[in-house]
């Protein structure tokens, strides 16, 4: 039925980018409730960074295809799953299996894309904009008017944040490199120089009042940093330990130390709380209750894609088969938005 073949990026271990290796095989069939979708964008997030380190606290064993997320057509569907949407772009969000040419998918797990967005649009938005919609709205709850901290304004998730904050009419103090700053403020946001000096006391300067919301994607000292800076009833919301990308010895010890300190702080009588945030938190207890949250809130952000209310953040794009170049090119830290792969 299908000429063409397999390609699929497959990282054997702990390696530097030019040790991942390229696979061919057979096109996957889709079995009952599934579908294989052709892919037309996947890309490089923190995620696959910290995976070639061995640092991400449930990866698989090596070796396997990483790939967070991807956007594509629907190339077939198995038994028991609506031939009609054979032919449909849509979105899925994976942990893994994502840098490949053709993905199988659970027909549940998918979700549309609405027309008029291309894939690669798409793609900047998936993991990013769901982790970011699903802390701005669901846990911080943040209002017009409320003042907001965002780490790393200029990354994948920051960079979402900051747009999706602004659109709801708060204020946005983001940190981010100097050579940042410029197209932050085109945005509203207020820009502090991380390198530069005490970020706590810039932030202090410009709300002496606290912050209704910090989001920390850094972990560690910074995660306490953050927590200090929340203003009466603020939310601190932390999504990962950035700052122990490079270390050795446990990569659940990081993660751990920081539900401590959040299950400590929520204990504390002062109305401030604290979440340590995990895009799949739900999903054993509830796979169907997860899906139609998943999909709910990441229709929400092709929504704002299409009003423009987010705009896609494409830094380059990559034929998968030079997935080490683009993992490569997203750790340099020298570019903005997302490093989408294509077929």
Same mark, same amino acid.
């Given at each position: 039925?299908?000429?063409?073949?397999?390609?699929?990026?497959?990282?054997?271990? +702990?390696?530097?980018?030019?040790?991942?290796? @390229?696979?061919?095989?057979?096109?996957?069939?889709?079995?009952?409730?599934?579908?294989?979708?052709?892919?037309?964008?996947?890309?490089? #997030?923190?995620?696959?960074?910290?995976?070639?380190?061995?640092?991400?606290?449930?990866?698989?064993?090596?070796?396997?295809?990483?790939?967070?997320?991807?956007?594509?057509?629907?190339?077939?569907?198995?038994?028991?799953?609506?031939?009609?949407?054979?032919?449909?772009?849509?979105?899925?969000?994976? +942990?893994?299996?994502?840098?490949?040419?053709?993905?199988?998918?659970?027909?549940?797990?998918?979700?549309?894309?609405?027309?008029?967005?291309?894939? =690669?649009?798409?793609?900047?938005?998936?993991?990013?904009? @769901?982790?970011?919609?699903?802390?701005?709205?669901?846990?911080?709850?943040?209002?017009?008017?409320?003042?907001?901290?965002? &780490?790393?304004?200029?990354?994948?998730?920051?960079?979402?944040?900051?747009?999706? =904050?602004?659109?709801?009419? =708060?204020?946005?103090?983001?940190?981010?490199?100097?050579?940042?700053?410029?197209? /932050?403020?085109?945005?509203?946001?207020?820009?502090?120089?991380?390198?530069?000096?005490?970020?706590? %006391?810039?932030?202090?300067? /410009?709300?002496?009042?606290?912050?209704? =919301?910090?989001?920390?994607?850094?972990?560690?000292?910074?995660?306490?940093? #953050?927590?200090?800076? /929340?203003?009466?009833?603020?939310?601190?919301?932390?999504?990962? #330990?950035? #700052?122990?990308?490079?270390?050795?010895?446990?990569?659940?010890?990081?993660? /751990? +130390?920081? !539900?401590?300190?959040?299950?400590?702080?929520?204990?504390?009588?002062?109305? $401030? &709380?604290?979440?340590?945030?995990?895009?799949?938190a739900g999903r054993a207890l509830s796979r169907t209750r997860?899906?139609?949250? !998943?999909?709910?809130?990441? *229709?929400?952000?092709?929504? %704002? !894609?299409?009003?423009?209310?987010? *705009?896609? $953040?494409?830094?380059? $794009?990559?034929?998968?088969?030079?997935?080490?170049?683009?993992?490569?090119?997203?750790?340099?830290? *020298?570019?903005?938005? +997302?490093?989408?792969?294509?077929?």
């Amino acid at each position: 039925m299908n000429a063409e073949g397999l390609v699929e990026v497959v990282l054997p271990g +702990k390696v530097e980018p030019e040790g991942l290796e @390229i696979r061919h095989g057979a096109v996957p069939v889709a079995g009952p409730g599934q579908v294989v979708v052709r892919m037309e964008a996947t890309g490089v #997030s923190f995620a696959e960074q910290q995976m070639r380190r061995g640092r991400y606290y449930d990866q698989p064993p090596f070796p396997f295809v990483p790939g967070y997320d991807l956007v594509g057509t629907v190339l077939a569907t198995g038994p028991g799953v609506d031939p009609a949407l054979a032919g449909t772009r849509v979105a899925a969000l994976l +942990k893994v299996g994502g840098w490949a040419s053709h993905v199988c998918v659970e027909a549940a797990d998918v979700v549309p894309v609405p027309d008029g967005i291309g894939a =690669a649009e798409a793609e900047t938005v998936v993991v990013n904009g @769901i982790t970011a919609w699903q802390m701005l709205h669901r846990k911080a709850r943040i209002r017009a008017g409320g003042t907001v901290l965002v &780490h790393g304004a200029n990354g994948g998730v920051g960079s979402v944040l900051v747009q999706l =904050a602004r659109a709801v009419g =708060a204020e946005v103090i983001g940190t981010a490199s100097a050579r940042h700053h410029d197209a /932050l403020r085109e945005q509203g946001v207020v820009p502090v120089d991380y390198r530069a000096g005490d970020v706590a %006391a810039r932030v202090r300067e /410009l709300a002496p009042g606290g912050v209704d =919301a910090v989001f920390d994607h850094v972990g560690g000292r910074s995660a306490v940093d #953050s927590w200090r800076l /929340l203003a009466p009833g603020g939310t601190l919301v932390s999504y990962g #330990s950035a #700052s122990t990308m490079d270390d050795t010895g446990s990569k659940q010890w990081p993660v /751990l +130390k920081l !539900l401590g300190r959040v299950w400590l702080w929520n204990a504390l009588p002062n109305g $401030r &709380h604290a979440y340590f945030f995990n895009i799949w938190a739900g999903r054993a207890l509830s796979r169907t209750r997860f899906r139609a949250r !998943l999909r709910a809130d990441l *229709t929400q952000v092709f929504g %704002a !894609l299409q009003r423009g209310d987010v *705009t896609a $953040r494409i830094a380059a $794009r990559l034929p998968l088969t030079e997935a080490a170049e683009a993992l490569r090119l997203a750790e340099s830290g *020298t570019v903005a938005g +997302k490093v989408v792969l294509n077929p």
